[in-house]
């Protein structure tokens, strides 16, 4: 069992199998140049599945794979399969921005994946191509209805702007009820590669917006996720507050870079390589630095409105 200093049990690795994204959103990294990192930085498959097997040994239960964009690594399928042929009861799922879904949904089904989480800030083209700074929405429109068609359990994400997408919120909401899937309204977190004049909507805010239609009413906060779930006339959704440290208290997490970074928080700028020791073999020793870094893991983020700080990883590199 991992267990941090503060006495919070680590079940959950998030995986960034790529810092590359076919995107530029506003909110990530939006003058960032599209670039191809050379392939021996990052670790192999199998040297990843070397690292997530002992992880899972030492009790991790749940696995997110990110990016960048997880789909533009290429035969992604192979670490699904990977992993799930060594857990199959493992909670395996991908967050993606949804534009190649259509072409990958059914391998990634048939190699064992269980669900994913879909970006979609905006139902409009014309918003979409301009978060994106990219022409995207209708592909990521077939991108849901495939990994539906096939069987995967599907979420939305939705970053909640200012002068945006604030005056969609209640039509997202409603195509989400419409697709009987979950949509999960997130307040922009602050970076320094986001576009400078970004205004995020706060949790409140966002409830305001979705009341003018609905008799929103909170249900709990997820025991095991950082999101509060809401009712909205008997329709459940979520809103994710990182700003608030309530979003730390029970956080269950570590995140692996591509290239062979765990990290201890999102936010979190400190990190520890296992590549050297994985590259080796030598799983004890990456085992030894996985506890290390449990060790330095913060009790809570430093999204604070107070503090006024900003992040300066950039989430194309920790996956989000």
């Not at 905006?122 to 978060?131: F, G, N, Y």
């Not at 539906?148 to 200012?162: E, H, I, P, R, W």
């Not at 996720?225 to 979003?247: K, W």
């Not at 730390?248 to 870079?257: A, F, M, V, Y």
Request: glycine share 4%; with cysteine.
């Amino acid at each position: 069992m991992l267990i941090d200093q503060f006495g919070r049990k680590i079940d959950y690795l998030r995986i960034s199998v790529t810092q590359r994204c076919n995107f530029r959103c506003l909110y990530c990294m939006p003058k960032i140049p599209f670039n191809h990192q050379p392939k021996e930085n990052l670790l192999s498959f199998e040297e990843l599945f070397l690292f997530i097997k002992a992880a899972i040994d030492e009790g991790i239960e749940k696995i997110r794979i990110t990016g960048g964009e997880p789909l533009l690594r290429k035969d992604l399928s192979v670490l699904i399969k990977m992993i799930s042929d060594y857990k199959k009861d493992l909670d395996l799922a991908i967050t993606t921005n949804g534009f190649l879904l259509k072409d990958f949904a059914k391998d990634l089904k048939n190699a064992g994946l269980k669900r994913l989480n879909v970006s979609l800030d905006t139902l409009d083209e014309k918003k979409a191509k301009q978060l994106a700074q990219k022409d995207v929405l209708s592909s990521v429109l077939a991108g849901i209805e495939e990994a539906l068609n096939v069987g995967l359990k599907v979420k939305l994400n939705t970053v909640a702007l200012k002068n945006l997408n604030d005056d969609e919120l209640i039509a997202l909401l409603e195509f989400a009820k419409a697709k009987n899937i979950q949509i999960r309204f997130i307040e922009f977190m602050e970076n320094t590669h986001a576009y400078g004049k970004l205004q995020g909507l706060k949790r409140d805010e966002i409830i305001q917006i979705l009341s003018q239609k609905y008799d929103v009413k909170l249900i709990k906060k997820a025991e095991k996720a950082p999101v509060s779930l809401y009712s909205a006339n008997g329709y459940e959704f979520g809103i994710i507050d990182p700003h608030s440290h309530e979003f730390c208290d029970s956080c269950n997490r570590i995140r692996l870079s591509a290239e062979g970074h765990l990290i201890p928080c999102l936010y979190f700028d400190e990190a520890l390589s296992i590549k050297e020791a994985i590259r080796k073999g030598d799983v004890k020793a990456a085992v030894e630095i996985l506890q290390e870094v449990l060790r330095n893991k913060p009790e809570k983020n430093k999204w604070s409105v107070i503090d006024n700080e900003t992040s300066l990883r950039a989430f194309y590199q920790t996956g989000g």
